[in-house]
């Protein structure tokens, strides 16, 4: 007679996804290595940003484009190592929660500028509202 199918492997250990974490192999200091290696990276980040700004490494123009590609950067390192985010299975409603906040953001900043577009496009010059008012 054959034993009853768990869904563990022969080896005992549970089959885990990549990002998931096995508790019997994690410990404490692993935990503090993810959070220093996050931090060091982060700090990393800030600093590079504040240098390009204050150096001529770039040229001027493309200055906001380094920073928001550091940015988005630097949002993915707090993402992984900060807030636990991956591809396992069991953080699937944390990336739809994710998902759906960048998309009510996403809406609410292209809302606001076409309101402010439609705004400024639509409003009569200031010498006019100024002769309205006499």
Known sequence: MSA???GQPENGQAETAPGDKRPEVDSVGSAVTGYAIGLALAVGMTAVSFYIVHSSLIWAPGI???LI???IAQMGVHLVFFLHVNTGPDSTNTTLA??????????IIAGSLFIMTNLDHNMLPMEQI???QR
């Open 98 to 107: 994710l998902a759906f906040g960048l998309l009510i953001v996403f809406l």
């Open 4 to 6: 009853p199918q768990t």
């Open 69 to 71: 590609v550091l940015a």
């Open 130 to 132: 100024m002769r309205m």
């Open 64 to 66: 906001p484009i380094g």
